[in-house]
């Protein structure tokens, strides 16, 4: 995430590496139970196997269009066309270039660089699109130091990359979502969110024909409020523009791995601002109705301990699958989310 004045702190790790206990208990009831049992194929081991090449040395804390974060992106695309999905309608990259000139501000110079996308495409209504995202980029390394951003964003990353797997493998069985799915790898965020701005400024896919943004950043951890409390996560922004949007994320939860859903960073009075400090708020501010999916803060936010060693995979895993559940649902819904 986005850093606000300088940098923060609080504190905690995860536990390591319990096992993902299976969902499915919360799983029973009614006529769509098969259905509603896809979530479950959201699997820790892959999402671990992701992440691990993330915060690897080589990458060198993905700094925004420096060699190691286009190792990742690359890494990205590589994973996509392994798994056959393919690229956005008139495009024939897995990148989207962005020049440097349009990421310079106050605090610093970057380099060019680009987003990463894949998309699958809708059965029904193809023309209409469900886009997911989290950024890639981290701070790089700074007096010798990598800033690994396991958290931030290695954990968003890799479950995006892991809902897309399971939305392909579906694919493959012959159970294709109703609507198309952009799987979106954000630049640039950490220093002005400028690839989801270049991206809504330049979108291969209308941005009248998006019907939401679910991006993920930072849900890798516990933070310091939550430390011993029920596996939860922060919602912030489902109804702002879209009560509609927020219901389907909340009856998603319900239908999945049911966690604790903390609102407090929604408050249009939150004084961290949070709402307006991930990629999603640049699709917000396109009047698209965006979920930006958050653990909140902790001591390792924006350090170079923000390691893979610290992540709870358990709480990742059950996010991963939350999340999974709210976008299927809305990739096959009745309607596309009304707008308020
Ligand atoms: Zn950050």
């Known amino acids: 995430m986005k850093k606000l004045l300088l940098l923060s702190a609080f504190c905690l790790f995860g536990m390591g ?19 509603k049992a896809y979530f479950t194929r959201i699997s820790s081991d892959s999402i671990k196997k992701s992440l691990l090449v ?34 956005p309608p008139n495009t024939n990259s897995y990148f989207q270039p962005i020049p440097a000139s349009f990421m310079t501000n106050w605090q610093m110079k970057l380099k060019d660089s680009e987003n990463v996308w894949a998309y699958i495409e809708g059965s029904e209504k193809p023309e209409e699109v469900l886009v997911i995202s989290a950024h890639f980029d981290h701070m790089g390394i700074l007096l010798d130091k990598i800033y690994y951003g396991a958290d931030d964003n290695g954990s968003g990353t ?23 799915v952009l799987f979106l790898h954000l630049t640039g965020e950490e220093f002005g969110l400028f690839g989801s701005k270049f991206y809504t400024q330049n979108p291969p896919i209308s941005l009248k024909q998006t019907i939401a943004n679910l991006n993920i950043d930072m849900i890798g951890r516990r ?8 596996d939860y996560i922060f919602l912030v922004g489902s109804d702002k523009l879209s009560q509609d949007l927020h219901h389907t994320a909340e009856r998603a939860n319900k239908e999945s791995v049911n966690l604790v859903l903390d609102y407090k960073f929604n408050d249009d009075n939150d004084p961290q601002r949070i709402y307006y400090r991930s990629d999603h708020y640049n699709f917000a501010k396109h009047n698209i109705p965006a979920i930006f999916f958050y653990n909140g803060t902790h001591d390792d936010y924006h350090l170079p301990s923000d390691t893979f060693d610290k ?7 059950k996010r991963t699958q939350f999340i999974f559940e709210t976008a299927w649902q809305l990739a096959n819904g ?7």
């Not at 590496?17 to 259905?35: D, H, I, K, R």
Request: glycine fraction near 8%; hydrophobic fraction near 30%; aromatic fraction near 6%.
């Open 54 to 87: 993330l915060t690897a040395d080589s990458l060198g804390g993905r700094r925004t269009g420096e060699p190691g974060q286009r190792k990742a992106a690359h890494y990205l695309a590589n994973y996509y066309q392994k798994l056959g999905i393919g690229t």
């Open 17 to 35: 590496f319990v096992q993902c206990q299976s969902p499915q208990s919360a799983v029973q009831s009614n006529t769509t139970e098969v259905q």
């Open 311 to 317: 992540i709870d995979f358990p709480i990742l895993t």
């Open 334 to 340: 009745e309607h596309r989310p009304k707008l308020n």
């Open 223 to 230: 933070s310091t409020e939550h430390l011993s409390t029920q």
């Open 158 to 180: 890799s479950a995006v990359m892991e809902i897309a797997r399971v939305f392909q493998s579906l694919i493959e069985e012959g159970i294709r979502p109703k609507r198309s």
